[in-house]
């Protein structure tokens, strides 16, 4: 890289701290000779920085402190100078209510991050299903060259009947739980093995599948989202990805706008629907598609996914788990298959394009990676639905639904919060039977910041008859790892004032998954005279980062990302004001 601080054309950003003999250039420089640095290094080597959201309370994203040192190494054998600089880390699990709104603020903090500091490129290093979503938005805000790294899947420990991902087995056993067929004691035996190692969920769910996007826009390496957190070939991924960030750096690019364009999209929703992946991914391809001036829509996915059929034979749509899929050849064997689904002429940070990067991946189980002609199940994977009860769109994994749900039409039993149904669900008084359909509503992003509450639990009366599944309609989320037929992201919500708060008890509900339809059988007029009737609910944040989420929030339709944040926006240091300025000296 020697001594030219060009790059095609453009200066590098750590010029304008190191690479200028004034006050500021000393003050820059001798700052960092405590870090080992000399002038020479800094007035010579490009700069990269890693941001890590490494925490021991986040066991998903607890082994990016070793990663991150793999990064460093490969950082300085291309000739780069590595910072580390230590993002939140946001652990689904244990955030209460939900994560989700935290997205929002790790991507602002990465964003600023970024802007602040000297980087030339930067390493993501994320694992919890939001980190991964929310350190792409933030550097694709800043503008400046970046490579995505995944934690990578655990390993849990395979249980009688087969493997257990670590959620979608919970999942399954407490169905099993609460429909008498699994005791109080084996369930705690479960309880102590599954979470075996670091590493986010072995399943497609949020997690396995942004990881896997990352490959499809481009910004990741490839083959690299499969390998289990505890492969010692994740470690010379690390290695390689700091190579390869140490070269971005130095040759200026390739910057995201020049990787995440239409054609990174239309890729990345060609594999989500491949993978049968979560459906909270398509809130993040919206916000992300936002942050660079991508004009994606919800119709876009539904167009998509009419044309992709489920080839990825992986929990939850399928049988088995994520190291599966690797050892069957990975993503770019899956892109490979659906090579003629995809724009072979899209960008990646690799260097190649995508049509390069998979000419010789290879299927080695044909299982797992099926042919387009033999797809894991019929129909699409994925549906976008309208209608009067959702007028800006809603969504369905339907390759996790039981098919007889697809077409159903119902009686609606109305919750109006997740408490209420923890404390009603299994009340006969409620007069639930298997045609029901179960709404939960005021879970949206405005009305509890949209928790994973969309998968509602079947009452028990009906799972000890062997009722396994039921039309669920909501406006929160649900897990990736997750199944059922849940209508989620209903559009606009409750608490705005959607057609979802004017629904009662008893009323009709028609889901028609083939017309792409969700209508709530009333009258306008009764609708109308409803809507009248309807009062918003209070504001529950005075202060601080929630009253301002609570602000700015968008619906689910346009990525629930800020209002203020939607927009390209490339790197704008203000050249005087940041050239005069000489720190806390």
């Given amino acids: 890289m020697g001594n030219d601080d060009s790059t095609r054309g453009r200066p590098l950003r750590s010029a304008r701290w190191f690479r200028k003999d004034d006050l500021p250039g000393f003050v820059h420089r001798s700052t960092l000779a405590a870090a080992g640095w000399s002038r020479e290094d800094l007035m010579t080597r490009p700069v990269v920085g890693i941001l890590n959201t490494w925490s021991d309370i986040n066991p998903c994203n607890s082994n990016l402190r070793a990663l991150a040192q793999e990064v460093r190494t490969g950082i300085l054998e291309a000739g780069g100078i590595p910072f580390e600089a230590p993002l939140m880390s946001l652990s689904e699990n244990i955030i209460k209510p939900t994560s989700f709104p935290f997205r929002n603020l790790l991507a602002m903090e990465a964003e600023e991050c970024i802007r602040a500091h000297p980087f030339d490129a930067v390493v993501l290093l994320g694992g919890c299903d939001k980190t991964q979503p929310a350190l792409m938005m933030g550097a694709a805000s800043a503008g400046v060259p970046f490579i995505f790294l995944a934690s990578g899947p655990a390993t849990p420990r395979s249980m009688t009947g087969g493997d257990l991902g670590n959620a979608t087995g919970v999942w399954r056993l407490v169905d099993s739980l609460r429909a008498g067929k699994v005791s109080q004691c084996e369930f705690a035996a479960f309880e102590r093995s599954i979470m075996g190692t670091p590493g986010h969920c072995a399943e497609m769910g949020t997690a396995s599948t942004m990881a896997a996007i990352g490959e499809a826009l481009g910004v990741a390496l490839p083959g690299s989202s499969m390998v289990p957190a505890v492969d010692g070939r994740r470690n010379q991924i690390a290695r390689e990805v700091g190579r390869r960030s140490a070269r971005m750096a130095g040759e200026g690019g390739p910057r995201p706008h020049e990787i995440l364009d239409a054609r990174a999209f239309d890729n990345a929703i060609t594999l989500l629907c491949a993978v049968g992946g979560s459906t909270n991914t398509i809130i993040h391809l919206l916000a992300l598609a936002g942050r660079v001036g991508v004009p994606l829509t919800l119709d876009r996915f539904d167009e998509i996914a009419r044309r992709v059929p489920l080839i990825s034979n992986v929990q939850p749509a399928g049988e088995h788990l994520t190291e599966r899929l690797m050892m069957a050849g990975g993503v770019p064997a899956l892109l490979k298959t659906l090579a003629p689904l995809l724009h072979l002429d899209a960008r990646t940070v690799d260097g190649r394009t995508l049509g390069e990067v998979i000419a010789t991946a290879e299927v080695t189980d044909p299982d797992v990676i099926r042919p387009l002609d033999k797809p894991v199940k019929p129909g699409e994977p994925l549906v976008v639905v309208k209608g009067n009860l959702a007028p800006d769109g809603a969504v369905m994994k339907t390759c996790a639904a039981d098919p007889k749900l697809l077409r159903h039409r119902g009686r609606a039993v109305v919750f109006e919060d997740v408490q209420t149904i923890a404390d009603r669900i299994d009340d006969p008084a409620l007069g639930i039977d298997e045609n029901s359909v179960l709404i939960l509503r005021n879970a949206g992003p405005v009305g509890a910041a949209m928790p994973e509450w969309g998968m509602l639990p079947i009452p028990r009366k009906l799972m000890e008859r062997g009722v396994r599944d039921m039309l669920r309609i909501s406006d929160a989320r649900m897990s990736g790892t997750g199944y059922g037929a849940a209508v989620l992201h209903v559009s606009p919500e409750a608490a ?90």
Wanted: aromatic share 8%.
């Fill in 496 to 585: 705005v004032g959607g057609p979802l708060a004017l629904v009662r008890d008893g009323d009709i509900i028609e889901l028609d998954v083939a017309a792409r339809r969700l209508e709530l059988c009333v009258a306008p007029e009764e609708l109308e005279r409803r809507r009248k009737e309807w009062q918003a609910p209070p504001g529950t944040h005075q202060r601080g980062y929630r009253k301002l989420y609570d602000q700015h929030i968008e619906q689910a339709h346009l990525g629930c990302d800020f209002d203020f944040l939607r927009g390209a926006d490339e790197d704008t240091l203000p050249e005087g004001l940041f050239d005069g300025w000489v720190g806390g000296w």
